[in-house]
């Protein structure tokens, strides 16, 4: 498949996702209007949604259908989302926005910025425990839940963002840095590609362990990505220009790009459209952020 | 029962909670273990439990073990602690602690509080999931987790700190001040006494209904029970003494208080543990923190 049926499948998908999310969201002329209308702003039209690309991409190699997982992406959405908004405080990276694009709580303040965070964070656990477009089993759904919530927790996603700032000013080696970030981006990547194999019942356990490898390899490829596009680190933050040089950083990119597509082997042909997403996220695709 | 066996009972549904938070808290020697440490600290030894003991009180109505819900009851008090260190914060009510206890972002700092609040709210949610000390199948634990979710999502919990924080400086009516404590403080203690039904499977519909209403009234109760006990109101902050006078207050408080025990009256002889607990939270008991 070529590279331009996956751009336009991506296109597709972030339509979907889109729309999706649009229904999900409270409503901005319900009170408090001021917290609905910036959880709308911090969801909506903003972010390159990779997280959702690799779950749909995911569901189908394992032969689903998008509505099957339409609700699980959501959910992931709304997490990361949230994740952005908390990562943005002056308290942690002290974001106030890029690209004419205002972090919350630049465009409106810190106490909502807070609360934005927190509410978007049980919207994606109400998503996956009740919404009624996710044809899932009860054993499913509960399955989904566990997954997020312990990628995102103080084992993964929020254990990542401590140790980023534990780590500040201090010297990483290259396997310290990968350990962080296999929390900090990894941990949502992984349970990405693990949620829409959770929806398809009919996939091996071992095809959990090989997407589970693939995400892990194409998180880190993405983050040097990202890292060799930033005009220059953040200070004292860690990092790989921090720790090798760019030529090094290219090979480990290339590979891990390798490794991920390695995994994919024991999904045989039917991966193809997950293998055209990785190379598209790493060539023409957005830069992920990194959280 | 005598209020002295109340007193009892808390004190042993107390020191139960204790254990099974400590066992559920990441271990502060792992990392990142300022994280974890801060975690701790904000949930072990802390705070008047009041969530989990109506719980508990509710699930020995419906005929019960404790633990049957001990598992529901560490979900909830870990909500409680994330919204209590988030709505702390400088940016929402800047309050860096009392009775010699410091406020997270006083005792670490407030980027940590940002990530201790967060994984506890996932911690939560990651209990109710999976937690094996919780004997529900998978259809009752998504049930908990859609309760939770939606009582401190935007539509509750969250969504009354948004209203509280937007009408600050606005003089309500009682109508209006007792609409956002109902989502402010009145949706957890309402998801505490209905987790607690969900876990029992033979209660009817209609008990829910009961302990719904008596759980509302009771919030409200405490709530301004806590008001009267205060210093002073804060500035600008809605607050009972800012719309009704202290003879007023106590008025309510009573008719408050009737309203919770008429509200258990379909519970019959059962429902007395929980008329005790009642009695004791509004008499003898702590004054309930507004979140």
Do not use: K
């Amino acid at each position: 498949m070529s590279d331009g049926a996956c751009a336009g499948r991506v296109q597709a998908w972030r339509t979907r996702l889109e729309q999706a999310l649009t229904q999900r969201l409270p409503d901005s002329d319900a009170e408090p209007t001021r917290l609905h209308a910036a959880m709308r702003y911090c969801v909506l039209n903003v972010g390159e949604r990779v997280h959702p690309l690799l779950l749909f991409g995911t569901a189908r190699a394992l032969g689903l259908a998008e509505a099957q997982v339409e609700a699980a992406a959501c959910a992931l959405e709304l997490i990361h989302a949230y994740s952005r908004v908390h990562d943005d405080l002056p308290a942690l990276e002290d974001d106030a926005g890029a690209d004419g694009r205002a972090a919350c709580h630049a465009a409106y303040d810190e106490g909502t910025a807070v609360l934005v965070g927190d509410a978007l964070q049980s919207l994606a656990f109400q998503v996956l425990a009740g919404d009624e477009a996710l044809p899932a089993s009860a054993d499913i759904r509960l399955r989904l839940i566990a997954l997020l919530a312990e990628a995102i927790g103080a084992g993964g996603l929020t254990g990542g963002q401590a140790l980023d700032v534990e780590a500040h000013g201090r010297q990483l080696t290259v396997a310290e840095l990968e350990a962080l970030y296999s929390r900090r981006t990894g941990a949502l990547l992984r349970a990405s590609v693990l949620m829409a194999a959770e929806c398809a019942p009919q996939a091996a356990a071992r095809l959990h362990q090989s997407l589970g490898e693939f995400a892990t390899a194409l998180a880190l490829a993405l983050q040097i990505r990202r890292q060799l596009h930033m005009a220059r680190a953040a200070e004292g933050r860690p990092s790989y220009p921090r720790v090798i040089a760019p030529e090094a950083m290219r090979q480990r990119l290339d590979r891990l790009y390798a490794q991920s597509l390695e995994a994919l082997q024991p999904l045989g042909a039917a991966a193809e459209p997950l293998r055209d997403l990785a190379r598209w996220l790493l060539a023409d695709g957005p830069a992920a952020r990194p959280s």
